[in-house]
């Protein structure tokens, strides 16, 4: 069965430092990966995806995540971070072939001045 | 640019009650999907559709009826609600392509109380 899981429930960094907000999947086929960001009160906007190509891939507002297959996993990275990026970060992951998207808990990301 | 509207935003309802959720969209996406957030949980898929007419199960369809009457309107209807109903409900939808890959704009939520 699919499944996802984002092991820290909460992650704190300093404005400017780089971020990290991790992700490991499992599947039986070849994953698709996907971040989304939901800000206080509102819906989820979709930051970037894994389909296939490059193990890293470059998504919104200065947001990328590498791919590693090996590892299973599809962290989420951000060379400097900025006050505005604190958000809940959700990770998702379909198999190339089930429609259906699993999610997993979220990550409160959380950047101090 | 209205995008995904959900309508009511907040709603309290007494145990076995009947209410539904409204969702509209005006992009003239195919595809329309319900899910609920629940505290320490991902978002778990209610309810989907691929087009006016066709509706499917997702994952926790229990207690929850779907219909797709037009393109724009996807409304979630609580037969009778349980305090276990007490969620954020989010309404998504995407053009057939854009699902097939996982892009999928969401509405602000509606936020329901079962007491």
């Known amino acids: 069965a699919q499944s996802v899981a984002q092991p820290e429930d909460q992650v704190n960094v300093a404005e400017g430092n780089p971020l990290t907000v991790k992700c490991t999947y499992s599947?039986?086929?070849?994953?698709?990966l996907f971040w989304y960001v939901q800000y206080p009160n509102r819906g989820l906007q979709f930051l970037l995806k894994?389909?296939?190509?490059d193990n890293l891939v470059k998504g919104s507002y200065g947001f990328e995540a590498e791919f590693n297959k090996s590892q299973t996993s599809f962290h989420l990275k951000k060379p400097s971070a900025l006050v505005s990026d604190s958000a809940l970060y959700f990770c998702?992951?379909?198999?190339?072939?089930?429609?259906?998207?699993?999610w997993g808990a979220g990550t409160k990301l959380i950047i101090k001045p | 640019n209205a995008g995904v509207t959900q309508t009511p935003k907040f709603q309290v309802l007494k145990t076995g009650q009947s209410m539904t959720l409204q969702c509209a969209q005006d992009?003239?996406?195919?595809?329309m999907s319900w899910y609920r957030q629940d505290p320490g949980m991902g978002l778990r898929l209610i309810h989907y559709?691929?087009?006016?007419?066709?509706?499917d199960q997702g994952e926790v369809p229990n207690g929850y009826n779907v219909s797709r009457s037009t393109t724009e309107d996807f409304p979630l209807r609580l037969l009778s609600a349980a305090p276990s109903q007490t969620s954020v409900y989010f309404c998504?939808?995407?053009?057939?392509?854009?699902?097939?890959?996982?892009?999928?704009?969401f509405g602000e939520g509606s936020r329901l109380t079962v007491l």
């Open positions: 998504a939808s995407s053009s057939l392509a854009a699902a097939n890959t996982g892009e999928l704009f």
């Open positions: 998702a992951v379909r198999e190339d072939s089930n429609y259906q998207l699993i």
């Open positions: 992009m003239n996406h195919e595809y």
């Open positions: 599947v039986s086929g070849n994953p698709y």
């Open positions: 894994y389909i296939t190509g």
């Open positions: 559709s691929v087009g006016a007419g066709i509706t």
